[in-house]
């Protein structure tokens, strides 16, 4: 089975090219003199599943990456951003962008802490004022700033 | 306009204190990316997105381009010096590039390319100026059915050029077209796979898309990769190369910039295939081939002088037809977009600043890139002590916050989040990106005119191969189709790699190990190894490689 396993990406692509391609029936498809909303997805959607229905057998073994110890890492990376825009909605700027530099500063890059802490605070901060003072992002509240 | 007039307004515009701000600024982020491996142009520009809408549009242009161009003559240097392309278009420069700097060379090497690269950019600003007006003249006559023609047409040849297999990159083209079709249709105002959600009703944001398939995906998947800090050990001295050096390599310089900007224009093309098929005519006209990969200037002059031509003049596509030829050009198609600037061939007559704007800055960029390049080589060297995973940190919380700034909701980093996983999962398992982003992009302008041709030749397919243009361009289209299946399965019999160009690498190769590195999106054949694998670590993303 694990020989196989590659083509799960192929197959993948093919269920959702199909449900792609029900989707758009349900939107109408309309006549070819006068196409409804869902004739142009529909086309590509069946381009997409024919592709994908294709790739199911042609496809090559050796495009496709062993996965690694890495893919923790790239999971805990992944889930330290999620993190970081909740946080960000809820209490602004700083405190999650601090967090989330020193994780990526310590787990990733390996920095010592004496370098990891006056990167991200000093990181964070120049961030704030580039996008908040400079360019007049509105950010959400910050309960650092108590805005 | 005429073209003096043009250009005379053109530098007026570039000339503009905030536009040499700009392109210099912009020259300077393309080479330290160039040189920094990891982060190529694709992923920056799509990084920088958000800043254009903070600029003018004419600005936002400058800015993009002098990053696309800068990006050219920085990976040269890491090429040169540690065999590490910083950018795909440059792996074919450390063939003969790094046995120069072996030998004490290094400078020579690296000041023939930024001369050839400053007259094959030149060169190609040239031929753009010439070849551009009569082509949006010609294009104006283009109805629905001809815009159909050419878009599906540069779809289809950024698939099959230049990517390792056609097909996935066609399957990821037609996700891109799928997924450009999200939101409110245009013509009837029905919500389209919106489930309901508020957000996804004015579609997904291209901005969004890019940065996290290009940006995080990027990053994400460089993380896997174990980095280690790189040890420059060759002296550079002597950068202005010798009379002889010029003498050896001025007919390489020459053909280089006529091959570069013949293959930028064509859609798919760029860098990757001009650098390659330079090196390839060099070694071929060579009274003694087996120069090439000992270090022969030749091998490094032309194709550094191609890719810059071609990154020059892939901008004749855009600007005349409103078709951007390659991912990075899409990027910059979709920061004019954002910008409200309808690019296509009424450009040259709507925004005249925009065209001939941009087209003077490129000579003052390179002019720029030159001056930068031949005093400063040694001080972007240092660069590479700046350690992966810092860059990583910064680049990400530039991404997240940059894209909040598009449209001030959470919702983008969401979607940027999740585009950057894909990213990151396409990358793993050999799906091109690049296909996805360009159709992306299109997709709007291939489902409103195909819509309009069905509309007005009463649903009668024909409508597309009867016309003269657009018949023209679908016969061509069939022709590629016929011509590189044919090529693939002569490939496949005779055992070897089924992608385009890869026998030119494998022939042009010498033994040395070329790793991978970052490409324009659309070059997965870039950085075929030519042989063996016991070579430098990869040294950017992979989307590049190809089993031996």
């Not at chain 2, 600005?59 to 950018?87: D, F, N, R």
Request: hydrophobic letters at 50%.
């Amino acid at each position: 089975m694990s020989k196989h396993l590659y083509r799960l990406a192929p197959l993948v692509l093919l269920l959702f090219g199909i449900a792609a391609m029900l989707q758009a029936r349900d939107l109408s498809l309309g006549e070819l003199s006068a196409p409804g909303p869902g004739l142009w997805p529909f086309i590509v959607a069946s381009l997409l599943s024919l592709t994908a229905f294709v790739l199911l057998f042609v496809d090559d073994p050796a495009d496709y990456e062993p996965w690694t110890r890495g893919t923790a890492g790239i999971a805990l990376g992944l889930l330290s951003l999620g993190i970081f825009i909740v946080l960000f909605q809820e209490i602004g700027f700083l405190i999650p962008a601090v967090l989330m530099l020193l994780v990526w500063l310590r787990l990733f890059a390996q920095e010592p802490w004496r370098w990891a802490v006056p990167l991200a605070v000093l990181g964070a901060v120049a961030f704030q004022l580039v996008f908040v003072e400079g360019l007049g992002v509105p950010f959400p509240d910050d309960i650092v700033l108590g805005g | 306009m005429g073209i003096a007039d043009g250009l005379g307004e053109g530098f007026s515009v570039a000339l503009d204190p905030t536009n040499i701000l700009y392109v210099f600024i912009g020259v300077l982020i393309g080479t330290v990316i160039g040189v920094l491996p990891g982060l190529g142009p694709t992923a920056t520009i799509a990084l920088l997105l958000p800043l254009t809408y903070e600029l003018e549009p004419v600005t936002s242009v400058i800015l993009l381009a002098g990053i696309y161009y800068g990006s050219m003559y920085g990976g040269t240097i890491t090429s040169v010096l540690l065999q590490l392309p910083g950018e795909a278009a440059s792996v074919v420069t450390t063939f003969d590039g790094y046995q120069m700097a072996k030998q004490g060379r290094a400078g020579p090497a690296l000041g023939i390319a930024a001369v050839g690269s400053f007259i094959g950019g030149t060169l190609a600003v040239v031929g753009l100026i010439l070849l551009a007006p009569p082509l949006a003249d010609l294009a104006v006559e283009f109805g629905a059915q001809e815009y159909v023609a050419l878009t599906a047409f540069g779809i289809l040849l950024v698939t099959y050029l230049g990517t390792k297999h056609p097909v996935k990159a066609l399957c990821m083209a037609a996700l891109g077209l799928f997924l450009a079709t999200i939101g409110q249709d245009a013509i009837t105002g029905t919500g389209r796979f919106t489930f309901d959600q508020v957000e996804l009703f004015d579609g997904l944001d291209f901005v969004a898309v890019a940065m996290g398939l290009f940006g995080v995906g990027e990053i994400l998947y460089n993380l896997e990769k174990t980095e280690k800090a790189e040890q420059i050990k060759s002296r550079i001295k002597n950068i202005w190369p010798t009379r002889k050096d010029f003498r050896d390599s001025s007919g390489a310089i020459a053909r280089g910039s006529v091959l570069g900007f013949f293959l930028g224009v064509l859609p798919g093309g760029g860098g990757v295939i001009s650098s390659l098929a330079s090196y390839g005519m060099e070694k071929r006209r060579a009274k003694d081939p087996s120069r090439f990969g000992k270090g022969a200037i030749e091998g490094v002059a032309g194709p550094e002088t191609a890719n810059n031509a071609s990154s020059t003049s892939a901008f004749v596509p855009l600007l005349t037809l409103g078709i951007p030829p390659n991912v990075v050009l899409a990027l910059i198609y979709g920061a004019l977009l954002i910008n409200g600037v309808q690019v296509g061939p009424q450009l040259i007559d709507t925004n005249p600043e925009i065209f001939w704007g941009v087209i003077a800055s490129m000579f003052i960029g390179n002019l720029m890139l030159l001056a930068l390049n031949i005093p400063l080589v040694g001080v972007f060297v240092q660069l590479l002590r700046v350690r992966a995973g810092i860059l990583a940190a910064f680049a990400l919380l530039i991404t997240m916050v940059g894209v909040f700034s598009v449209n001030n909701d959470v919702f983008d980093m969401w979607v940027v989040l999740v585009f950057g996983v894909l990213g990151w999962l396409m990358k793993k398992t050999g799906f091109e990106p690049g296909p996805l982003v360009l159709a992306f992009v299109l997709g709007a302008i291939l489902e409103t005119n195909f819509r309009r041709a069905m509309l007005t030749s009463d649903g009668q397919f024909d409508t597309f191969f009867t016309r003269p243009l657009s018949g023209t361009i679908f016969g061509l289209m069939a022709l590629v189709i016929v011509y590189s299946t044919v090529m693939g399965i002569r490939r496949q019999r005779s055992g070897r790699p089924p992608a385009l160009y890869a026998d030119q690498l494998d022939a042009a190769a010498p033994h040395e190990t070329v790793p991978g590195s970052e490409s324009e999106g659309t070059a997965g054949v870039a950085a075929t190894d030519g042989g063996n694998r016991d070579g430098p670590p990869p040294a950017g993303g992979g989307s590049t490689r190809a089993e031996p």
